[in-house]
């Protein structure tokens, strides 16, 4: 007889490892939709994250060349924990509504999730991690880039032959005046390098030694690319008398400097790589453990914020935006993402004022009191002065017709009113573990009857404070 190999081995294409890898990251983007459409409309609608269309290809590449490594545990292990750990912190984060942290968080969500299922295997960090790269966290990096970028200019200058006066972020020369935005900050460039350095690192290079020495050159790089870009565009409004279409087209001239430099960077890390030994095709002999399988997706079903928001799968479009808090003698209220709004007219002690409630629904992550964008105080408010008594915020403005008045303003969640948004995020957690998600902005204005205006603040004071009882905002059902 001719032997033959055990039929209990696997053909091992990697195909089922694929559809493995690839069901379990499907999965989690429907349980954790909300997060999903998100990250989906801060990143990809941001023309600081262009790159993010290329991450979900790069991402299948990877899964591609190391599937036929992948190997399914058997057995129970620790990964299973810190998924379960994960999970927990991240659904406390979604229902808290706090944005930053539940984007980053995902990505490990989907990391330990595999990580459970296949036994270790470098590859299944790249294609997890790599995900960051899409999502928006890194806005953080801007200031501190900003603040560099301005230092850097500044002494650049004070060599050339363009008489320059630096103020905080603002270059002043003889043709006219420039910012030093966020946007000058040269974020993208220095994601889109942190990205293409560190794939191509784990594709080509396998020296500690070589792959620091790419690194460092990828990111001064990126940061010597967008300080060129800046002193450039400067030098030119001086010699164009601000007349030349790069000024108001600079972002186009960082490209055209970056992809220059990009083909260097490259070219020197083609001398960086190793000789790359070919990936072996790894025995499979068992599939997938049924048990972790379960164990894997009862948790994520258990901690699925999709789940928990049934049926409502986009927050966002149970907002009205018809209502616009408006008066004669002030523009619009800065408030958005609110689910009802409730505008009154009304008279206390003689103060004609008035007043709104705005209420957030408190599902997704943008319906929120504490939204970034709630600024509430009308952007072009011609203001003399403000304090804050009582959780209350209290403006003192003049309006079209140069009369005083006063607006009063407050945001407020389960536990009270409080004067400023950080506040409000801060109580949040307690809020949660009671059940409560909603929250409110109540706001009241009116013209002073006299010059101090302190009868217009009294009024405004007593009909904001009603809502100290916050039963009065939130009705609970029965």
Not at 95 to 122: C, D, M, W
Not at 229 to 234: D, Q, V
Not at 462 to 478: A, N, R
Request: proline share 3%.
């Amino acid at each position: 007889m001719v032997a033959t190999e055990s039929s209990n081995k696997l053909n091992n294409s990697g195909l089922l490892q694929a559809a493995v890898v690839l069901g379990t990251t499907a999965l989690i983007a429907l349980l954790f939709w909300p997060v999903v459409l998100d990250i989906w409309r801060y990143s990809f609608d941001d023309g600081t994250y262009s790159h993010a269309f290329l991450i979900p290809i790069v991402a299948l590449y990877v899964l591609y060349d190391c599937r036929q490594q992948l190997q399914f545990r058997q057995g129970a292990s620790l990964w299973l924990v810190l998924l379960i750990a994960s999970l927990a912190i991240e659904l406390l984060l979604y229902l808290s509504q706090i944005s930053l942290p539940v984007r980053a968080l995902l990505p490990f969500v989907l990391l330990f999730s595999l990580l459970s299922i296949f036994k270790h295997h470098k590859s299944l960090y790249v294609y997890a991690l790599v995900l960051l790269f899409a999502t928006p966290i890194w806005g953080i990096l801007s200031p501190p880039l900003q603040s560099l970028s301005t230092t850097v200019v500044e002494m650049v200058m004070a060599y050339t032959h363009v008489p320059s006066y630096f103020e905080g972020n603002v270059v002043s020369i003889p043709s006219g005046q420039f910012e030093i935005a966020n946007g000058c900050s040269g974020l993208r460039y220095f994601i889109t390098s942190l990205f293409l350095c560190l794939l191509y690192i784990y594709f080509n290079i396998r020296s500690v030694k070589n792959a620091l020495i790419f690194f460092a050159i990828c990111m001064f790089g990126a940061l010597i690319v967008n300080w060129v870009r800046i002193i450039t565009i400067i030098l030119i409004g001086h010699e164009t008398q601000m007349q030349s279409e790069i000024i108001y087209d600079h972002n186009n001239l960082g490209w055209y400097l970056y992809i220059p430099y990009l083909l260097l960077a490259f070219y020197v890390g083609g001398k960086l790589s190793s000789e790359l030994v070919a990936q072996t095709k790894v025995e499979q002999t068992e599939g997938p453990s049924v048990r972790g399988l379960a164990f894997v997706i009862l948790a994520q079903l258990i901690f699925s914020p999709s789940l928990i928001d049934w049926p409502v799968w986009d927050a966002n479009k149970l907002n009205t935006q018809d209502t616009k808090a408006t008066t004669s003698y002030h523009q619009a209220l800065q408030v958005a993402q609110y689910q009802s709004v409730e505008q009154q007219s009304l008279s206390v002690n003689q103060v004609e004022l008035n007043h709104w409630v705005f209420l957030f629904s408190g599902l997704g992550l943008d319906n929120k009191a504490s939204f970034y964008l709630n600024e509430v105080v009308p952007e072009d408010l011609r203001i003399d002065s403000s304090e804050t008594e009582q959780a209350i915020n209290f403006v003192y403005f003049r309006s079209a017709a140069n009369r005083p008045g006063v607006l009063a303003y407050s945001y407020a969640g389960a536990k009270g009113m409080v004067s400023n948004r950080f506040a409000l995020r801060a109580q949040r957690f307690s809020e949660i573990l009671s059940g409560q998600r909603q929250s409110a902005i109540v706001a009241a204005s009116a013209l002073c009857v006299d010059n101090d205006c302190r009868e217009a603040k009294q009024a405004l004071s007593m009909q904001l404070l009603k809502y100290q009882d916050t039963q009065l905002l939130f009705q609970q059902p029965g």
